[in-house]
């Protein structure tokens, strides 16, 4: 009796929508329904891809490898001198309108930012803001946790080796040089700047670095990443932030400056530049090269083809198959029963 009233009791109710008797509807694809949707879906993915690759088409691109490995390098002489006093000049040319707002990025080579511990290698209770964490870092953080018995703020591999070559952008103008403004407010992610990563409430800032080192292979300490402006200093530092957003592939670029005020703000017009490079950070030991990249972008973003070419070739083999189909139905129906 007892079994009974238990089945009883965790038995669904007899209602439609518990055993199952809704009604259902079942497409019932046909050729007449498939084939002419084949086509519009080719059709719109053809269109789609047109609107892409003529798009892309138009976003101008100037990309320029300063690694200093080829003996005609500008910055040749940086790969066998003292790395952090060395500056170089990479003179280009523009011949017309570089069509503004202009992005400036730096890129790298044969480096792998999605290395597993080189990713978990950061402390990320210390880069919210917390002060225990300051004087005793994560485990993870390993080897860059501790130097001569001081804790290392910010600690960890990916930090350590944040990217730290300056860049200064000249025009010549009748053979004076005339400097581009570089704006680098708002190049990394909003989410990275006002939630995951936070200063602590210590004032002055360098007061939460009391007892603490700068990582081993940084020139400043991160409450002075930004001399001009203390609001850009310690873990919400722009370009602290776009480093810590690591790349996914081993050949990657992350966003430096923005080119948006004063005699430029519609673009860089066409002329001679000179691009004045403070050579620190070392890519020949690992066979890695780097680059910068001036760009524009679209309603699409960036440049790339590779996405409207992608849209084109699926669009046509919709299309393709289509006419295949309407063969094979012509050729292979079955006649109608009378």
């Given at each position: 009796?007892?079994?009974?009233?238990?089945?009883?009791?965790?038995?669904?109710?007899?209602?439609?929508?518990?055993?199952?008797?809704?009604?259902?509807?079942?497409?019932?694809?046909?050729?007449?329904?498939?084939?002419?949707?084949?086509?519009?879906?080719?059709?719109?993915?053809?269109?789609?891809?047109?609107?892409?690759?003529?798009?892309?088409?138009?976003?101008?691109?100037?990309?320029?490898?300063?690694?200093?490995?080829?003996?005609?390098?500008?910055?040749?002489?940086?790969?066998?001198?003292?790395?952090?006093?060395?500056?170089?000049?990479?003179?280009?040319?523009?011949?017309?309108?570089?069509?503004?707002?202009?992005?400036?990025?730096?890129?790298?080579?044969?480096?792998?930012?999605?290395?597993?511990?080189?990713?978990?290698?950061?402390?990320?209770?210390?880069?919210?803001?917390?002060?225990?964490?300051?004087?005793?870092?994560?485990?993870?953080?390993?080897?860059?946790?501790?130097?001569?018995?001081?804790?290392?703020?910010?600690?960890?591999?990916?930090?350590?080796s944040m990217f730290n070559d300056t860049?200064?952008?000249?025009?010549?103008?009748?053979?004076?040089?005339?400097?581009?403004?570089?704006?680098?407010?708002?190049?990394?992610?909003?989410?990275?700047?006002?939630?995951?990563?936070?200063?602590?409430?210590?004032?002055?800032?360098?007061?939460?670095?009391?007892?603490?080192?700068?990582?081993?292979?940084?020139?400043?300490?991160?409450?002075?990443?930004?001399?001009?402006?203390?609001?850009?200093?310690?873990?919400?530092?722009?370009?602290?932030?776009?480093?810590?957003?690591?790349?996914?592939?081993?050949?990657?670029?992350?966003?430096?400056?923005?080119?948006?005020?004063?005699?430029?703000?519609?673009?860089?017009?066409?002329?001679?530049?000179?691009?004045?490079?403070?050579?620190?950070?070392?890519?020949?030991?690992?066979?890695?090269?780097?680059?910068?990249?001036?760009?524009?972008?679209?309603?699409?973003?960036?440049?790339?083809?590779?996405?409207?070419?992608?849209?084109?070739?699926?669009?046509?083999?919709c299309v393709f198959m289509s006419i295949?189909?309407?063969?094979?139905?012509?050729?292979?129906?079955?006649?109608?029963?009378?």
């Amino acid at each position: 009796m007892v079994k009974q009233e238990s089945e009883s009791t965790n038995r669904p109710d007899n209602t439609a929508f518990t055993q199952q008797r809704l009604p259902a509807w079942q497409p019932m694809l046909s050729a007449g329904i498939v084939i002419p949707g084949f086509v519009l879906i080719g059709l719109a993915f053809i269109g789609i891809g047109v609107a892409l690759f003529v798009t892309s088409r138009s976003i101008q691109v100037l990309e320029m490898d300063y690694t200093g490995v080829e003996q005609t390098s500008p910055c040749f002489r940086c790969t066998n001198t003292d790395i952090q006093k060395c500056v170089c000049n990479l003179d280009f040319s523009i011949d017309s309108l570089f069509q503004g707002p202009v992005f400036f990025y730096y890129g790298l080579s044969n480096y792998f930012q999605n290395y597993r511990k080189y990713g978990v290698s950061k402390d990320d209770n210390q880069l919210s803001g917390d002060l225990t964490y300051f004087t005793s870092p994560s485990d993870t953080c390993d080897p860059y946790r501790n130097d001569n018995g001081k804790p290392i703020v910010p600690c960890g591999s990916v930090a350590n080796s944040m990217f730290n070559d300056t860049f200064k952008l000249y025009q010549i103008v009748n053979g004076t040089k005339k400097q581009v403004l570089l704006d680098g407010k708002g190049i990394a992610w909003w989410t990275d700047y006002n939630i995951k990563y936070r200063n602590p409430s210590v004032i002055p800032l360098k007061n939460a670095y009391n007892g603490t080192v700068k990582p081993v292979y940084w020139t400043r300490p991160a409450y002075e990443l930004d001399i001009s402006d203390p609001a850009n200093n310690g873990f919400i530092n722009q370009d602290f932030l776009v480093w810590m957003r690591r790349a996914a592939l081993p050949d990657f670029r992350k966003l430096y400056r923005r080119i948006t005020e004063g005699d430029y703000a519609q673009g860089l017009p066409a002329g001679k530049y000179s691009l004045e490079i403070a050579y620190n950070y070392p890519v020949i030991s690992f066979d890695g090269r780097k680059k910068v990249v001036f760009s524009n972008v679209s309603w699409m973003g960036g440049k790339n083809e590779f996405l409207g070419i992608a849209y084109l070739v699926t669009g046509s083999m919709c299309v393709f198959m289509s006419i295949v189909m309407l063969i094979v139905y012509a050729k292979f129906k079955f006649p109608e029963e009378e």
